[in-house]
């Protein structure tokens, strides 16, 4: 972290210290650019500001520190999800979500995955997103579906 990522998270820190009227002093200051060392500056004032939306009090390090861990990006390794072969779900289902998967994260690809680009209708594509809402809901994961995504008539 440079010296203007670092001021960045200070300041960060006392506009939140403001929050909860609380003063910002030397001592503060030092504790918190220790505990910090090492950390991405925007991530950590990405965390201090849900803290905001979070916390009750004045944040401590560990707070801060904790929402980071939690928030921070997955890897494919580690969203990886073992499946008993008992367990598949079925083609059609699969299918939506292997089509629905890649938009939600931002990669426009047109077909279902072994198919070509554009093989999906407009019409298919509108079945399959309903299918993976109602499917979402029925197991009970409303975060497996980004808010923009969400069919009010499915979840209502």
């Known amino acids: 972290m440079d010296r203007k990522e670092l001021e960045d998270c200070m300041h960060g820190l006392g506009q939140v210290y403001g929050f909860y009227s609380k003063e910002?002093?030397?001592?503060?200051r030092a504790f918190w650019m220790q505990a910090i060392q090492?950390?991405?500056?925007?991530?950590?004032?990405?965390?201090?500001r849900q803290y905001t939306?979070?916390?009750r009090y004045a944040p401590k390090p560990k707070d801060v520190l904790?929402?980071?861990?939690?928030?921070?990006?997955?890897?494919?390794?580690a969203m990886?999800?073992?499946?008993?072969?008992?367990?598949?779900?079925?083609?059609?289902?699969?299918?939506?979500w292997r089509y629905w998967l890649p938009k939600f994260w931002g990669?426009?690809?047109?077909?279902?995955?072994?198919?070509?680009e554009g093989s999906v209708s407009h019409e298919k594509a509108e079945?399959?997103?309903?299918?993976?809402?109602?499917?979402?809901?029925?197991v009970n994961n409303?975060?497996?579906?980004?808010f923009d995504y969400k069919l009010v008539e499915v979840w209502q």
């Open 24 to 28: 910002f002093d030397d001592v503060q």
């Open 38 to 48: 090492g950390v991405d500056p925007q991530a950590f004032l990405i965390a201090v």
């Open 53 to 55: 939306r979070e916390g």
């Open 66 to 77: 904790d929402i980071m861990e939690r928030d921070k990006p997955r890897t494919a390794d």
């Open 80 to 96: 990886t999800i073992p499946v008993e072969l008992g367990n598949v779900a079925p083609k059609h289902i699969s299918d939506a």
């Open 107 to 116: 990669k426009e690809t047109g077909g279902v995955m072994g198919q070509p």
């Open 127 to 138: 079945e399959m997103l309903i299918l993976i809402n109602k499917e979402a809901k029925r």
């Open 142 to 146: 409303p975060d497996a579906i980004p």
